[in-house]
């Protein structure tokens, strides 16, 4: 059964940093893209940034610069390292794995956690 | 970017109504389109993926359809474990984009 569950979130000042984690199960890790996915309060879904099973990192115009994608296939965990963390950041952040090994057109998102939340506030 | 419009935003329905939310894209996507049902506080789940390919273990009472800039998604006859907040995603480009949502309501 395929497992993910998301960890880290939590409260933090305007110009902070966090740092959420996926941890995965299930399936073999290292053969599929993975992404993170985000709903602030009373929001649609917007994606923030995907890694494929080799590493290559793709952002969301909104978080470029700011947040980096990263992955530990030996961990078989997902991060998501947030910093200079804004308001508009404030959110469930969801992991999504993909159908497929690389962030290519016509990714699918088949299994999500339950999600994390992030709150920036002072 | 691609912009994703949902329409309706929101509607009200009654068990075993016939039920079609559409999405319209900024510009062509083809058939790089998903389904997704949202419960608050679940996860989310795919229903359709490629635009009208029905996600292993999502019953037949939902079906994709469209290509180009107009889609549409079917729930054939709507059951009380429906009543959810539908979104659909273009999967053309990055970065990947989602509509604003149709949350299907009660009746």
């Known amino acids: 059964e395929v497992q993910l569950v998301e960890s880290g979130g939590g409260l933090v000042q305007p110009g902070g940093s966090l740092r959420l984690s996926c941890a995965a199960s299930g399936f073999t890790f290292s053969n599929y893209a993975m992404s993170w996915v985000r709903q602030a309060p009373g929001k649609g879904l917007e994606w923030v940034s995907g890694v494929s099973g080799g590493g290559s990192t793709y952002y969301a115009d909104s978080v470029k610069g700011r947040f980096t994608i990263s992955r530990d296939n030996s961990k078989n965990t997902l991060y998501l390292q947030m910093d200079s963390l804004r308001a508009e950041d404030t959110a469930v952040y969801y992991c999504a794995k993909d159908k497929r090994s690389t962030v290519v057109r016509g990714t699918n998102f088949d299994f999500w956690g339950q999600g994390t939340l992030v709150t920036v506030s002072s | 970017d691609i912009q994703m419009t949902q329409s309706p935003s929101s509607l009200s329905a009654s068990v075993g109504d016939r039920v079609t939310i559409t999405c319209r894209a900024s510009q062509t996507i083809i058939t790089y389109l998903n389904w997704y049902q949202h419960k608050p506080g679940k996860a989310p789940e795919l229903l359709i993926y490629a635009a009208s390919s029905l996600q292993s273990g999502v019953p037949s009472r939902f079906s994709g359809s469209g290509s180009g800039t107009d889609l549409t998604l079917t729930i054939s006859s709507l059951q009380p474990e429906d009543f959810a907040t539908y979104y659909c995603?273009?999967?053309?480009?990055?970065?990947?984009?989602f509509g604003q949502g149709t949350k299907v309501e009660i009746k």
């Open positions: 995603q273009q999967s053309y480009s990055i970065p990947w984009t």
